[in-house]
């Protein structure tokens, strides 16, 4: 069955337009294949109108905000969820109980594609930074080769997942960010990573479906973590990485261990690809990184300032701390939503990079509250708002040091997302 038949007709509910409307483009490919679409969203209208207004006149068959009625999901057909949405909310008790059909963008996209090369990257830190690189380095490459397709499915993108089915064609490449909470609908539906590309430690039962001619490219922590794992049975080859593998001469703008590390995992998947070195080195040279991931902003005074939203584990802002410490003081701000991580080995590890700690507000900062203040070698400050954590760094800094906004939690209170909360401490940044 095609796509367009597939959805042709079907009562499709949306669950999230995403932090950002990330579902909107979606949402327009199955209203133009004649799906009969409602949107649902736990916000209220007022904070998502301005996506709201772009769908206006679309043809939605229905749109509710603030609260989702369970009773409202049982006339429906397919319910397709944004990933920050749990498969475990309570409003979908019922339409589970009724046997709808409940996916994610991610998962429904591989049912419904042809056979692709799938490149999967996956672990807790790096991820948006590897899979751009690999992106960019194949895209290079790639552009000499007719008909050679590839697609990147990246779920804070907004170009939509569903909507490259309209492109996609038997034997493209498809590089697919994975994210954690993916990881066990990608395990059910059988979907293991032709190469699967991996920048920390995770749970690893989505190899299991890999074949000999399949690949794992990782670092030898993860490699390692691999082989001890006795219960699990691999049939791939292991592609060990190194961050000393990418040349000095090469002279790229970005060399901290913590990028080159990352730049070693796509030099190894490209080469798979018999992609050229002067290829990768070109791209290599030419990256800047990528927002809110260590990005850094600006110098004021002497003070390095650097975003890095993105982190919401501690082994994302432990690899942070290390990839800028270069024997310089840290002013570290950090804090918000509880996410279930243990946070022990960074907070054993905080008075070796960090001279004050900035605490914001949040469900996961207090829970670790009496752990941090028993740190005695470094200032502890806490403040309500980011644009005082701000201030704050600068305040208790001296020319030299760096500031780095790096929560290791979830966004909280009035940020909707990551990216509006990095929004917001780029501009008090700019603004001192």
Known sequence: MSYKDYFKGKKIAIVGLGPHGEMLTDIKFLLKNKAIVSIYDMRSEERIKK?????????????????????????IDLIILSPEISRKS??????????????????????????????????????????????LILKRSFSEIKEQGLFFIDPDSNNGILNNLRKIKKGDVVIVRILENLIPY???LRISPHVAVITSPISFEILEFQTYNNFIVATDEVIDAIKNKTNLSIKSKMLRTH??????????????SHFLENASLALQTVELFKVSHSTIEDVLRGF????????????????????????????????????????????????????????DELIKNLSQYVSVLILLPGSGTIGLRKKIEEISDIKIIQTLYLEDAVKKAKEFSRKGDSVLFSPGFESVGIDISRK?????????????
């Open 243 to 256: 961050s000393n593998s990418i040349p000095s001469t090469w002279h790229i703008p970005l060399n901290s």
């Open 288 to 343: 800047i990184g990528l927002k809110g991931r260590i990005e850094f902003i600006k110098k004021v005074s002497g003070i390095e300032f650097y975003n890095d939203t993105a982190s919401i584990s501690p082994i994302s802002t432990l690899s942070a701390l290390r990839s800028i410490s270069n024997n310089k003081n840290i002013i570290l701000i950090f804090g918000g939503a509880y996410t279930g991580y243990d946070y």
């Open 186 to 188: 990608y395990y059910k």
């Open 51 to 75: 996506y709201i207004l772009s769908l206006s006149v679309s043809g939605l068959h229905k749109f509710s905000f603030g609260k989702i009625i369970d009773d409202d999901l049982l006339d």
């Open 420 to 432: 509006e909360r990095g929004e917001r401490f780029v501009r008090a940044v700019r603004d001192l």
């Open 90 to 135: 309570n409003f979908l008790k019922k339409a589970i109980l009724s046997k709808i059909q409940i996916e994610f963008a991610d998962t429904l996209f591989f049912k419904l594609t042809p056979p692709i090369t799938l490149i999967g990257v996956l672990g807790i830190y790096g991820k948006s930074t590897v899979s751009n690189l690999i992106y």
